[in-house]
């Protein structure tokens, strides 16, 4: 009988249009030994992302800005155009998350209006071209959903390139499940008119100073 109902539990719900649910609970690990949250600052562009990030739904352009702004801190800043009838809207959602210098590549990123207090690993990256983001969040007893953004430094970048290659090259190195990624539409930016082909990497110092945000993180 118990394992009847937990077959049962599979066909509802792992079955369902929640197709990104998965079986076991949530990793808690990164590939980085020695990560370096001050060489990760800078502006990001989404490459990628698995399909079950709902908010992101209809919005193309995306890019985030990373900015440690004190100890143990970091400031982010996301920025996506949403295509709404005849008129292009673009929205940006600030936020801050916390950080343990022994452990910097797993985020807590506060609650604020737009966004749930949430884990995020920095799972992997080159700091130069490409990052892997994960978050999961567990379902039920028995299962787990998780949701990947792939980053890169440059804005778009060419299927047929040696970047491209380069990167799926790395992410074949991961343990990461890639069957529910999909593309993240970078043609139509305004900025890739304007772009001088000139890096935004971050330093050391500790960029914009952001508002504070209300103390609440997740466990």
Known sequence: MKFSVIALIAVLFVGSSSA?????????????EDFDIRRFQGTWYEGGRTNNVDVEEGSRCRQVEYRVYEEGMVYFKL????????TNMTESIEGVASFDEENPARWASMESRWLPATIYWVHDTDYDSYAFLYSC??????????MIWILTRQQYVEPDSPLYQYIADRYEMTELDGSNLVPSEQMRCPSRDDDNGEDDHGDDDRGTEPPRADDSRPE
């Open 79 to 86: 920025v996506a155009i949403f295509d709404d009838a005849d």
């Open 137 to 146: 969040k567990n379902k039920f007893l028995f299962f787990h959903e998780e």
């Open 20 to 32: 990104t649910w998965q079986w076991g609970r949530c990793r808690t690990t990164t590939q980085l």
